[in-house]
């Protein structure tokens, strides 16, 4: 018996021992580090290492083998595996690249105009070809701490951080995706340094460059790009079966939000090939490197990404390199989209005038939008497969017009992204036998040295779950500096308490001055998770030698929030209270110019609003006071201005009242409002809702009223107000806030 399960241990191991391994270097001999290697049969991507060194485990059979290298020609291999690994070392060329005969005139276009033209009409056909897709995703990231400043030498020396340590990570996760916007991912080993960040592939392999925007950055194939970018036609090459357009991307200016680099276009797919581009964020330089491939010859996927990260902030210069290579593709085309042998011939108006006018004659009859959406789901796949010749411009007109349907149709139109990641239970408890036998890239000897650290750094943590060490408080508790710089602690399970910085300031009505906060905060347990802060805060003005605060309870939770403040304290004139404390401390200070005009009031302010739901809320506010009026009473300034006569007075600018003062007296305001944000989208990571900043203008009309003889008020007036606000991105680089509000007095007394 026992030489029986022996023997098929010794069998089951030889077959899964088996595959494809070797090395991929230039003509010189030179390694080819990253080399991406797709095995078409399975739809499984992987790269060499630094060392240009790739095994692949395969089951016994035959397989073609593309191995691909920006910049070389690509090479195909048909390899047969019986038992055992087949040793294939594989020698790259230079790629030979064919230029058009193009002559550009003075003032002609360059021809890279009209191939990128093409692929962003395209794009949006890309995002809607498949219904859905899964994939394995395997991630590795290597980190070096190359330099930092000698001041914090003593702190990184003591966590055992030692310049040109490689810290790494990895991971393996099984991605689904189905159209048009719900990402899945299990993440089911992890292997780090402790360290959870750079996990997940999210950002890099459900991030699209056929959409509008990547990471914040604009994509080469955004329907906006040529007014991002300017491009250069750099010759076409043979892949395979395949011509391929080199296309040099030329930001029109520079900025975080654009990159830099060469985009390989498949002519008549007009697909992404592979992308060799970098961008800066915030002087951080990030160069990637994406490699696609035909999955079934139907939809071209990427199959590796590299990113490489590098930078210097403060004195601390790092490096990270980041490697995502997909495998195990299983892709699901979209029927109403799909064209045999996917290849369309896009014909390009601009140039091709006189096609484009008979296809448009053609096929006028059919361009007729239907009134029923399986009707337009039936004329869009005749139009697409009709003689295979559309325009660029009714191909976006009609994906545009389908996108629109397919949201009518969709029970959550205004969620525009649905992402659940989940973590194995086992994930980080997988030993170095299970990573050698599943990683695609093989490990180079300075990345094995690095999990030597990796492994100790596992142990030690081990044997702290297990108690063998104690364990480390995670806050320092309260430390006397604390009542000036401030800090938080938690003194319960869902309580805690805040003691806010020491805010001092300058103005000319109070001179210098401190404002000293508090806060308690707990969490009810009850449905909606509901919120008490407790604020109490202090002021002193040196100058006035007058102390003032009020105290602040708020209660709020999803749907509603109630908030009562009273006491005695400064406030603008202008209620919005435009101008920041700190501003105007430098102004008055440095410029002898006092901006913000105060008065004093005693007070007691009560507000509520209530979500009705995420589009609508309704709000009252009811405020009782007595105001004052305030004085300067210093002209102290750190710089005297010979040319400016001091100080103006502290009052308000009328152009229709030459005096704006006012004696001392009460008033009870209350008002009424409702506020609507119409097209409000959301995005949804593991079940939870998240409001996309900007997505609509919000619209508010409120009514406010002065209540004459009551509790002492001496106002009386009837207000309405409309008003929108909204954020939105003006021209290649600015954003715009805009803030708009009318309104009348229907009557004063």
Known sequence: MLWLTLLFAFSFAAVQAAGVRGRVSDENGAPLAYTTIFVKQTGSGTTTNENGNYEINLLPGSYEIVYQFLGYETVVKQIEITTGYVEVDVVLKTQATMLETVT?????????????????????????????????????????????????????????????????????????????????????SIRSDGKDNNTSPNPYIFGSFYESEVAETISPLSPKAFSYYRFEYMGTFKDRNYEVSRIKVIPRSKGDDVVQGVIYIVEDWWSIHSMDIYTTKLGIRVNIKAVYAPIEDKAWMPVSHRFKAEGKIFGFEFEYNYLATVSDYKIKL???????????????????????????????????????????????????????????????????????????????????????????????????????????????????????????????????????????????????????????YKIAKHSNFKIHFLMPGFNTVEGWNFVYKVSFGTILQDTNKTRITITPAFRYA???????????????????????????????????EPILPIVNDFTTLLMEKNLMKLYEREYIDLSYQRKLNPYLSVGTSWTWMKRRELFNTTDYKWVDRDKIEGYTPNAPVNDELDD??????????????????????????????????????????????????????AVNFDQIELGIKHRFRVGVRGNADFYLRAGTFLQTG
């Open 334 to 488: 979209n029927p109403e989209l799909f064209v045999e042998t996917d290849k369309m011939e896009v014909i390009d108006e601009k140039i091709e005038k006189e096609e484009a006018q008979r296809i448009e004659e053609k096929f006028s009859a059919i361009a007729k939008k239907p009134t029923k959406q399986d009707d337009q789901a039936k004329q869009l796949q005749e139009r697409l497969s009709s003689g295979k010749e559309i325009t660029r411009k009714e191909l976006k007109t009609i994906i545009k017009d389908y996108e629109k349907a397919e949201i009518k149709q969709q029970k959550e139109p205004e969620v525009i992204s649905n992402t659940n990641v989940k973590i194995d239970s086992g994930a980080f408890k997988k030993d170095s036998s299970y990573w050698a036998a599943v990683r695609p890239v093989p490990l180079t000897k300075l990345e094995i040295s690095g999990y030597e650290k990796i492994d100790s750094m596992a142990v030690v943590a081990r044997k702290k779950e297990e108690g063998d060490t104690l364990k480390a408080s995670k806050h320092k508790g309260f430390q006397p500096w604390d009542l000036l710089i401030g800090d938080s």
């Open 660 to 713: 704006t003062s006012f004696p001392e007296h009460k008033a009870l305001v209350g008002s009424v409002s409702i506020t609507a944000r119409p097209w409000l989208k959301y995005t949804i990571r593991n079940n939870r809702k998240t409001e996309v900043q900007n997505s609509s203008p919000t619209f508010r009309l409120e009514y406010r009223k002065g209540f004459n003889n009551a509790l002492g008020s």
């Open 104 to 188: 550009i005139k003075s003032g002609s276009e360059d021809p890279a105009y009209t191939i990128m033209r093409k692929a962003i009409a395209k794009a949006k056909y890309h995002t809607q070809q498949l219904d859905e897709y899964t994939a394995r995703v395997y991630i590795k990231g290597a980190g070096q701490l190359k330099d930092y400043p000698w001041l914090a030498k003593k702190a990184i020396e003591k966590e055992g951080i030692k310049k040109g340590q490689v810290f790494l990570t990895e991971s393996i996760s099984e991605i689904k995706y189905t159209r048009p916007n719900t990402f899945s991912e299990n993440v089911i």
């Open 542 to 576: 040196f100058s006035r030698k007058v102390a003032s605060g009020y105290l602040n309870f708020s209660l709020y939770n999803k749907k509603d929030r109630l908030e009562v403040q009273g006491g005695k304290y400064i406030k603008q004139y202008n209620a919005d």
